[in-house]
């Protein structure tokens, strides 16, 4: 007998007749004599609806409440998710993240988990239950709901995989696998037998929603190999692992990141010290940087430009702005406006001119880059929004066509 944890995410369960799809294949695998741990995410875009209600009364709402708020989707869908399987003639409990063990830190709305004690998924598994967990949600140490950031199912369950040592981690969702650019904005996109941590990890931080970042990270570091697969045609899918033998491709695919903001410093005194007195500003907020580019000094001013996640942008220009008045910035502009397209690759590292091969796909479609950066397995570029889409399929072409 095997253990074997399933995640379904919202689209998988977002009406009566894809709860009992849902609640079909869970049973098929626990009838096949496995023991099954399920987790849900909200029905459809219900987690969305949820920050549109929030919206309408108190945008500035406290981190607390909007926990308390968001954690109740996952709360109907594990409740139906359980009739379902009961209708289907197996028996069935759902459990909250608390009831499931998950202790997370207190950082309310992007909470991580420190633990997971699941004492109460194995009791209800030893009892010949299958045990339906919410997603995206834990409690901390204060006793107060927590949640674990948009798109944050996808760790709950490789953290419980992880804790009970299962035997399989599967991740159904709306797309056949991980595929080499979005499937919906690129038609010919291919799907991957198999991705390396690294590579997914990449993937997935560079704007490739398929799976969230945090839980390939999880994946890797306690080595749970995920399957990540369609629950409305159950197709064989992507594994992702330690070693894969698809890292002999050049790239594994393209991603596109539209949460970003490019932040502009003119004219800054070309003097010591000047990026560390402004990036310390930002880090004191907690504002992360990303891509950095500063020029090259004249007549004594140079000019520095970051990008930051755009719910930060306004943020990191009125935390920076005075400052940088007083020390001589001739001005800083902030540009919602862009985009950042990435191409990952473990094959890059022993091949020269992959940059420069997505760069002449960039030139053909006649697309401006505003800055670049590079690390062994990735480069990706800062482009103007409107041309992110056109960009993905360009540089796709080149490497897949
Ligand atoms: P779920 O609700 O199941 O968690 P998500 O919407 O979070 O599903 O993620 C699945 C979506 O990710 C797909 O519908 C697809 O549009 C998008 N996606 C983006 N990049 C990729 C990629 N490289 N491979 C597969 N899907 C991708
Ligand atoms: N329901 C949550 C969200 O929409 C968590 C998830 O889908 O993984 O972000
Ligand atoms: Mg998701």
Not at 149 to 176: K, N, P
Not at 303 to 320: C, N, P, Y
């Amino acid at each position: 007998m095997s253990l074997i944890v399933q995640k379904f995410g919202g689209t998988s369960v977002a009406n009566a007749e894809r709860v009992m799809n849902v609640a079909k294949i869970v049973t098929d695998t626990y009838a096949q004599g496995n023991d099954v741990v399920v987790v849900v995410s909200a029905q459809g875009d219900f987690t969305d609806v949820l920050v549109d209600k929030q919206m309408e009364i108190n945008p500035k709402a406290n981190r607390r409440e909007q926990d308390m708020l968001l954690a109740a989707g996952e709360q109907i869908s594990i409740a139906l998710l359980a009739m379902a399987i009961e209708k289907l003639g197996y028996h069935a409990v759902s459990l909250l993240g608390w009831q499931a063990g998950f202790e997370t830190s207190s950082s309310h709305t992007s909470a991580r988990i420190k633990r997971v004690d699941p004492a109460r998924i194995r009791e209800a598994l030893d009892r010949r239950n299958i045990v339906v967990v919410a997603g995206f949600q834990g409690l901390s140490r204060y006793g107060d709901i927590t949640t674990l950031g948009r798109g944050g199912s996808d760790t709950s369950a490789v953290a419980i995989a992880a804790a009970m040592h299962a035997d399989l981690c599967q991740i159904y969702t709306d797309v056949e696998g991980v595929y080499t650019a979005d499937p919906r904005k690129v038609e010919n996109a291919k799907k991957l037998d198999e991705i390396s941590y690294d590579e997914m990890l990449e993937l997935a931080t560079l704007g490739a929603q398929v799976l969230n970042n945090r839980s390939v990270e999880m994946a890797k570091k306690y080595n749970i190999e995920l399957e990540v697969l369609s629950s409305l045609t159950r197709a064989k899918g992507t594994i992702v692992k330690e070693k894969s033998k698809m890292e002999k491709m050049l790239i594994s695919g393209v991603a596109k990141d539209t949460d970003i903001a490019r932040i502009s410093v003119t004219g800054v005194p070309n003097t010591p010290g000047i990026a560390f007195k402004m990036f310390s500003k930002l880090s004191k907020k907690d504002i992360n940087i990303d891509i950095i580019l500063q020029s090259v000094g004249h007549d004594g001013k140079k000019d520095i430009s970051f990008t930051v996640a755009k719910s930060r942008g306004q943020e990191a220009v009125d935390a920076l702005k005075d400052y940088m008045e007083s020390h001589g910035a001739s001005g800083i502009q902030l540009d919602e406006n862009v985009a950042k397209i990435s191409i990952v690759g473990a094959g890059m590292e022993s091949h020269a001119g992959v940059a420069t091969k997505m760069f002449e796909a960039l030139y053909d479609a006649q697309i401006n880059i505003q800055m670049i950066s590079t690390s062994e397995i990735k480069v990706s570029v800062l482009i103007d929004a409107v041309d992110a889409d056109k960009a993905v399929k360009a540089i796709h072409a080149k490497f897949f066509d």
